[in-house]
Each structure stands twice: as structure tokens, then as C-alpha cells.
């Protein structure tokens, strides 16, 4: 985001301490030179986060498909991409919202009233044992990498599934993917390996799991 005007133009270039009291801070791009934290802050969006409901389905299905051609496009082919279907994801994150026993839960981060990131989590269905809780989908859209959403919606989730009586969890990702790196730098080991052919291509996919409560500590820490 642009601020209009230089800074050349908010306080005249010979201001002195002696024109102090004639400074009048009431305009705000004035109190900017004095306040710049608070001033800048008050410019930036807004992102807010909710738990996730059945009518932020198609967008997040919009992202998810994003995020596979984005994030997996220098390992996955390219018709394997090109075949992500939005409305086939919509209906399985419908599915697992409404069918599952217990139904899946989530949270949407929002940008100006736009989703920009999503999670998906609840019971852990299949490999490995001895783990109750499953994150299952974690997307942020690629231009809003970096500011920390994809942290602050894994963490509400890894709550969620502490609250709902998960005490540990698994996350799936590809061994390529940079999602690997993230789980990876939280501490979290590698508890399984398998592998899926797409289009083709052998994939290796990593399974990290862990505790919920040590996961939220490293969560808690600065970011890595």
C-alpha cells in the first residue's frame, strides 16, 4: 500500500523546535512522523480468521486448487494440475463437514472481506496409529505467503483439536512441497513415509505428527 504524499510534503522542510506549538497533530499523515508504528499500522488490512462454514466452501475450493498449481507445479505434471477441479473439491470438503462421524472442522483467514486461507481438520481415519487428530487441508493464497496466516490458522486448528478431545495429529504433505520445511522447522518429526503416483510420477509424501500442546509451544515461539 502506497501513502500519498512524501514526507517532504507532511512537515515544511525548515520546521524547527520553535514552530512546535503551531505543529497541529491533527491530521493524521503529520502524527505519522511522530507515531509511524501506530499511523502505519492503522493503513494496513485488515486480516481477520472464523471458524470455517459451509458457505466458505467455493472459495475455499478456489484456493485449494490454487495452491496445488502454485506450490507443486515444479514436481506434479502439468495435466495432473490442470485437472484440479474447484466444484469436485467443494463437494468433498462438503462431505466431510456434514457426512463425517464426527464432522470435520475448520478456519478461514479473511482479507477485506475475501478468503485468503483456509485449514481442514478433525479425526484421523487412517494411518498411523496412535494418532487421533488429522490436519487435513492448510492452503494460503500464494500472494499473502509471509505474513504469517498460514501459522496463525494452524495454530486455531491445532486448538480446535485439543478442544475436541485430539491430544496429537498427523499432517500429510509431499516431500517436495515447501510445506515440508514448515512442519519440519516446528519441531515436528517425520512419523511415516509412503509414496503416490500422479500423472504418471512417483511422489513421496511425508507424514509428520506429533502433540497438539508441543506443537502449540513451538507455535508460540518467534517465528522460525
Known amino acids: 500500500m502506497a501513502l500519498a ?8 522542510t525548515d520546521f524547527a523546535l520553535r514552530d512546535w ?6 491530521n493524521p499523515a503529520k502524527r505519522a512522523i511522530l507515531f509511524p ?5 492503522s493503513l494496513l488490512p485488515m486480516i481477520t480468521y472464523r471458524p470455517l462454514t459451509l458457505t466458505d466452501l467455493p472459495a475455499a475450493a478456489r484456493i485449494h486448487v490454487d495452491g496445488w498449481r502454485s506450490a507443486y507445479q515444479h514436481f506434479i505434471p502439468a495435466e495432473v494440475l490442470a485437472g484440479q477441479d474447484p466444484a469436485a473439491d467443494e463437494a468433498e470438503f462438503h462431505q466431510w463437514l456434514t457426512e463425517w462421524n464426527p464432522p470435520a472442522f475448520g478456519f478461514v483467514a479473511e482479507l477485506d472481506g475475501q478468503l485468503v486461507g ?3 481438520a478433525g479425526k484421523n481415519f487412517e494411518e ?3 494418532y487421533s487428530g488429522e490436519l487435513y487441508k492448510l492452503f494460503v493464497r500464494p500472494e499473502c505467503h509471509g505474513q504469517g496466516i498460514g501459522r496463525r490458522l494452524l495454530r486455531l486448528t491445532a486448538e480446535a483439536l485439543g478442544q475436541a478431545g485430539f491430544p496429537n495429529l498427523v499432517i500429510w504433505c509431499f516431500r517436495e512441497g515447501d510445506s515440508a520445511g514448515f512442519y519440519a522447522r516446528l519441531g515436528l518429526p517425520v512419523v511415516h513415509t509412503t509414496a503416490m503416483t500422479l500423472g504418471g510420477r512417483p511422489c513421496d509424501v511425508l507424514v509428520f505428527g506429533g502433540a497438539v500442546d508441543a506443537l502449540l509451544a513451538s507455535l508460540a515461539d518467534p517465528q522460525p
Not at 504524499?5 to 515544511?12: A, F, Q, S, T, Y
Not at 506549538?21 to 491533527?26: A, D, I, R, V, Y
Open 21 to 26: 506549538p503551531k505543529f497541529s497533530l491533527k
Open 37 to 41: 508504528s501506530t499511523f502505519f499500522s
Open 118 to 120: 483456509f485449514s481442514l
Open 128 to 130: 498411523p496409529d496412535g
Open 5 to 12: 504524499g512524501r514526507v517532504d510534503e507532511v512537515i515544511p
